[in-house]
């Protein structure tokens, strides 16, 4: 993978495709207005918003290739890669960009709130697909923005004014985040039923050889979310996490397997362990006996 573009400083992206340059430490591009750009990957070093219409085919998004229709946002934190790579063509593309530098928010409202804002936490494959009238609200606070961004810096509170213009956009993010998320956990039972479908292919394609147990990333990747949101979903609607969730599964399997009479180190091979020891300890953790209990256990029944 190789970077195109590092926006170190919030104008340089601006920059970079020929958008006006407004405040030292705040940045809004209109792509409408930009005409025809070519493709970057980006790495981000300050906070970024990117609201468009449609975003490009196989674009990288934190560790994942993302993949959208219409009205939606991705949101970046410093240190975040993000964009599609050049690939020598150009495209017009529609919608918003704010690009803001960790310094300008420092001491400000907005810094106290960053860890709530839980868009900012996605990793991969999860972006805010808005409504209509989102993508209305969000296009309007933008234009706000750059309405102010574009007056003399010397009239009266004009960064305190930018500052809760960004904060403004930043709590409309937040009630959408949590609007797609309500709607995401009324859905939980069809994300439960195929997490457990993604379990059982997991192994019966024999996964587990090559790549150990099931990790969470991998789960959360096959459902098209993000491990963050995932564990959101799962937690809400089992009250456990997605680890714990695959620490029952492959217990429940490990019964199965040594009622079946294998022996212990042949079950700890088959479920993925590297060592028998390892599956030894997590299986009495979850269950409170070792593997050798329980077949005693259940042979004395």
Request: overall charge negative; proline content about 3%.
């Given at each position: 993978?190789?970077?195109?573009?590092?926006?170190?400083?919030a104008?340089?992206?601006?920059?970079?495709?020929?958008?006006?340059?407004?405040?030292?430490?705040?940045?809004?591009?209109?792509?409408?207005?930009?005409?025809?750009?070519?493709?970057?990957?980006?790495?981000?070093?300050?906070?970024?918003?990117?609201l468009?219409?449609?975003?490009?085919?196989?674009?990288?998004y934190?560790?994942?290739?993302?993949?959208?229709?219409?009205?939606?946002?991705i949101?970046?934190?410093?240190?975040?890669?993000?964009?599609?790579?050049?690939?020598?063509?150009?495209?017009?593309?529609?919608?918003?960009?704010?690009?803001?530098?960790?310094?300008?928010?420092?001491?400000?409202?907005?810094?106290q709130?960053?860890?709530?804002?839980?868009?900012?936490?996605?990793?991969?494959?999860?972006?805010?697909?808005?409504?209509?009238?989102?993508?209305?609200?969000l296009?309007?606070?933008?234009?706000?923005?750059?309405?102010?961004?574009?007056?003399?810096?010397?009239?009266?509170?004009?960064?305190?004014?930018?500052?809760n213009?960004?904060?403004?956009?930043?709590?409309?993010?937040?009630?959408?985040?949590?609007?797609?998320?309500?709607?995401?956990?009324?859905e939980?039972?069809?994300?439960?039923?195929?997490?457990?479908?993604?379990?059982?292919?997991?192994?019966?394609?024999?996964?587990?050889k090559?790549?150990?147990?099931?990790?969470?990333?991998?789960?959360?990747?096959?459902?098209?979310?993000?491990?963050?949101?995932?564990g959101?979903?799962?937690r809400?609607?089992?009250?456990?996490?997605?680890?714990?969730?695959?620490r029952?599964?492959?217990?429940?399997?490990?019964?199965?397997?040594?009622?079946?009479?294998?022996?212990?180190?042949?079950?700890?091979?088959?479920?993925?362990?590297?060592?028998?020891?390892?599956?030894?300890?997590?299986?009495?953790?979850?269950?409170?006996?070792?593997?050798?209990?329980?077949?005693?256990?259940?042979?004395?029944?």
């Amino acid at each position: 993978m190789t970077i195109d573009l590092y926006i170190n400083e919030a104008n340089d992206y601006a920059q970079d495709i020929g958008a006006p340059v407004y405040h030292p430490h705040v940045s809004v591009i209109h792509y409408d207005e930009v005409g025809e750009i070519r493709h970057t990957l980006n790495r981000i070093n300050c906070y970024g918003i990117f609201l468009q219409r449609e975003f490009p085919e196989g674009l990288t998004y934190g560790i994942g290739t993302y993949h959208e229709g219409d009205g939606s946002l991705i949101a970046f934190s410093p240190g975040q890669i993000g964009g599609k790579q050049d690939d020598g063509t150009r495209r017009q593309y529609h919608g918003w960009v704010l690009l803001f530098a960790g310094e300008f928010i420092r001491g400000a409202g907005i810094e106290q709130n960053l860890d709530s804002y839980q868009f900012f936490s996605y990793h991969s494959n999860e972006a805010l697909i808005l409504t209509i009238e989102e993508w209305d609200i969000l296009s309007q606070l933008m234009a706000n923005l750059r309405r102010e961004l574009a007056t003399q810096s010397q009239a009266f509170g004009h960064d305190d004014i930018i500052r809760n213009h960004i904060l403004l956009i930043l709590n409309y993010c937040n009630r959408f985040y949590h609007r797609q998320y309500e709607e995401r956990s009324a859905e939980g039972s069809d994300i439960l039923s195929r997490f457990q479908q993604v379990l059982v292919g997991y192994y019966l394609q024999g996964m587990q050889k090559t790549d150990g147990l099931p990790s969470v990333k991998y789960c959360a990747s096959e459902l098209c979310l993000s491990p963050s949101y995932f564990g959101d979903i799962i937690r809400d609607a089992l009250g456990e996490s997605p680890k714990d969730y695959i620490r029952g599964f492959v217990v429940m399997r490990a019964k199965n397997l040594i009622l079946s009479g294998k022996t212990i180190d042949q079950v700890a091979n088959e479920l993925g362990f590297e060592y028998p020891q390892h599956f030894t300890r997590m299986f009495k953790n979850v269950t409170g006996q070792t593997p050798r209990q329980f077949f005693d256990s259940q042979r004395k029944k």
